[in-house]
C-alpha cells in the first residue's frame, strides 16, 4: 500500500531514522541476541543519564508504560482514575484494561490540559491515580496536581508521550511524579520504531517494575540452569524491549538535542509570527518552561477551524486535530459528562508542522499562508 501524500507536503510528522543507525542495528540483527540484553541496559544506562534519573525501564510500548504504572500504583477492579478525554486513546485505554473505571476532569479551554480544581472535584475515595496529559507538549500544572494528589495520598501519572525534552521548573519531564512515561513509537521525538519508558520516583516501584515487564521474573538472579527456576511472586506482563530497539534508541539519542531544537526554534518562529493575526489565537506558554513542542496547537475562532484545515490542504501544509476526544466513544461511554472546558478547547484547536524537518522556508511559508487565509476567510 502506498500513502498518497504529495512529495513537497509540508507534513505534521516524520520519522527521524539516521543512517548511522544502519551499522549498529545490523551487527545487533546478526548477533545470535536480539531479545532484551545488553543493549537494552545500555540504552538505559544512557536514558539515567540524560534524564538524571535512578529509575527509568525500558517497555515495549508508551501504553505498555501506562498499564505497568497503573499496575503499580495498585489500580485494579472498583477504583477510580481520573483522566483527560482530550488525548490519544491510548492514555485511557490502559484504565480500562485494569478493570477500573475512568472518571473525566475537565481542560483549560485554552491550553486543553487537564484543570487541578476540576480534579479537586472528581476526587473521591474511590480514586487510585490521576492522569496528566501534556498535549502538544505544553507541560500540565505537575507541582499543583501533585500537591493535590499528596494531600488525598493519590499516585500521579505523568503521559509524557508528547513531552520528549521538555523542562518544568528547571528539571526535565521525567522527574517530579511518582510515574512519568513517554512513547518511543515510530512518529514521536525519538524513536526505537515502537517502544516506551516508564520513570518510577521510588525504588522499590521501579524494582516491582523491572520484574513485571517480563513476566515476574528477575532476569539478572543467578541460576543454575534457566531463568525459570525461582518462584514468581505475581503475574507480570511481556512488556519487555529488545535489543534490536534500544540499538536504534541509543543511536537516536545522540541527535534528540539538535532535533529538539529546532523544534524549540520553529515554536518560537510561529510565536513571533502568528501572534497578530486576526482569528488566530495562540497558547500562552508560562515562563517556567522549556518547551519543544510535539505539535504546534493553536486555536482558529469565528468557527473556522475546518475551512482552515481545509485551506492548508490546498496549500500543501498538513493541518490536523491530531487527537479526537475519547469520550466520544462506546467504549469510554461508562464515564461521560459535562466538560465545558473540553467542549470549547476541541471546538477551535488544530496542529500545524513544528517539527524538525520544518525548514526556514517551510515555516515562513505555513505562516504566511496562514496570514493568506485570515486576510481571505476572517472578516
Ligand atoms: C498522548 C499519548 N499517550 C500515549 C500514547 C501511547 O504510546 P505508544 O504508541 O508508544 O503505545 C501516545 C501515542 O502515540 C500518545 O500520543
Known amino acids: 500500500m502506498t500513502r498518497d501524500i504529495?512529495?513537497?507536503?509540508?507534513?505534521?510528522?516524520k520519522v527521524h531514522m539516521p543512517?548511522?543507525?544502519?551499522?549498529?542495528l545490523l551487527e545487533?540483527?546478526?548477533?545470535?541476541?536480539?531479545g532484551q540484553g545488553t543493549k537494552v541496559d545500555e540504552f538505559e544506562e544512557k536514558l539515567r543519564a540524560y534524564f538524571n534519573h535512578e529509575h527509568v525501564v525500558t517497555v515495549n510500548s508508551g501504553t505498555s508504560a501506562l498499564q505497568l504504572a497503573l499496575r503499580l500504583a495498585n489500580v485494579g477492579p472498583g477504583d477510580e482514575v481520573i483522566s483527560t478525554p482530550m488525548t490519544c486513546t491510548a492514555t485511557n485505554m490502559p484504565v480500562l484494561a485494569m478493570g477500573a473505571k475512568l472518571v473525566?476532569?475537565?481542560?483549560?479551554?485554552?491550553?486543553?490540559?487537564?484543570?487541578?480544581?476540576?480534579?479537586?472535584?472528581?476526587?473521591?475515595?474511590?480514586?487510585?491515580?490521576?492522569?496528566?496529559?501534556?498535549?502538544?507538549?505544553?507541560?500540565?500544572?505537575?507541582?499543583g496536581i501533585n500537591a493535590l494528589a499528596q494531600e488525598h495520598q493519590i499516585k500521579t501519572i505523568e503521559d509524557g508521550a508528547h513531552a520528549f525534552g521538555v523542562s518544568y521548573k528547571g528539571k526535565k519531564v521525567g522527574c517530579h511524579s511518582d510515574f512519568v512515561m513517554f512513547s518511543l513509537q515510530a512518529i514521536k521525538h525519538i524513536t526505537t520504531?515502537?517502544?516506551?519508558?516508564?520513570?518510577?520516583?521510588?525504588?522499590?516501584?521501579?524494582?516491582?517494575?523491572?520484574?513485571?515487564?517480563?513476566?515476574?521474573?528477575?532476569?539478572?538472579a543467578k541460576r543454575k540452569e534457566f531463568r525459570c527456576e525461582e518462584n514468581i511472586a505475581e503475574f507480570g506482563y511481556k512488556f519487555h524491549m529488545n535489543d534490536i530497539c534500544a540499538v536504534i534508541g541509543i543511536e537516536q539519542l545522540k541527535y534528540v538535542d539538535d532535533l529538539l531544537q529546532r523544534h524549540r526554534d520553529n515554536q518560537?518562529?510561529?510565536?513571533?509570527?502568528?501572534?497578530?493575526?486576526?482569528?488566530?489565537?495562540?497558547?500562552?506558554?508560562?515562563?517556567?518552561?522549556?518547551?519543544?513542542?510535539?505539535?504546534?496547537?493553536?486555536?482558529?475562532?469565528?468557527?473556522?477551524?475546518?475551512?482552515?484545515?481545509?485551506?492548508?490542504?490546498?496549500?500543501?501544509?498538513?493541518?490536523?486535530?491530531?487527537?479526537?476526544?475519547?469520550?466520544?466513544?462506546?467504549?469510554?461511554?461508562?464515564?461521560?459528562?459535562?466538560?465545558?472546558?473540553?467542549?470549547?478547547?476541541?471546538a477551535s484547536q488544530v496542529s500545524i508542522p513544528v517539527g524538525w524537518w520544518i525548514?526556514?522556508?517551510?515555516?515562513?511559508?505555513?505562516?504566511?499562508?496562514i496570514e493568506e487565509f485570515s486576510q481571505t476567510f476572517v472578516q
Open 6 to 13: 504529495a512529495p513537497d507536503k509540508k507534513l505534521l510528522f
Open 19 to 24: 543512517k548511522s543507525v544502519d551499522g549498529p
Open 28 to 34: 545487533t540483527l546478526h548477533s545470535g541476541f536480539i
Open 104 to 143: 473525566w476532569a475537565d481542560s483549560n479551554p485554552v491550553t486543553g490540559l487537564i484543570d487541578a480544581e476540576s480534579i479537586r472535584s472528581k476526587i473521591t475515595e474511590k480514586t487510585k491515580a490521576i492522569i496528566m496529559v501534556h498535549f502538544g507538549g505544553l507541560p500540565c500544572d505537575i507541582d
Open 193 to 220: 520504531i515502537d517502544g516506551g519508558l516508564l520513570f518510577c520516583k521510588n525504588a522499590e516501584d521501579y524494582k516491582r517494575a523491572v520484574l513485571l515487564r517480563w513476566y515476574g521474573i528477575d532476569r539478572n
Open 268 to 346: 518560537l518562529f510561529y510565536d513571533e509570527r502568528l501572534k497578530a493575526i486576526p482569528g488566530i489565537q495562540l497558547i500562552p506558554k508560562p515562563s517556567d518552561i522549556v518547551s519543544c513542542p510535539w505539535l504546534y496547537v493553536l486555536h482558529v475562532t469565528d468557527g473556522r477551524r475546518n475551512d482552515f484545515m481545509a485551506w492548508m490542504d490546498t496549500q500543501n501544509v498538513m493541518a490536523s486535530r491530531v487527537h479526537e476526544r475519547n469520550d466520544i466513544h462506546d467504549a469510554f461511554a461508562e464515564s461521560n459528562c459535562q466538560l465545558p472546558g473540553v467542549d470549547t478547547f476541541n
Open 359 to 369: 525548514t526556514d522556508d517551510d515555516r515562513a511559508y505555513i505562516a504566511d499562508k
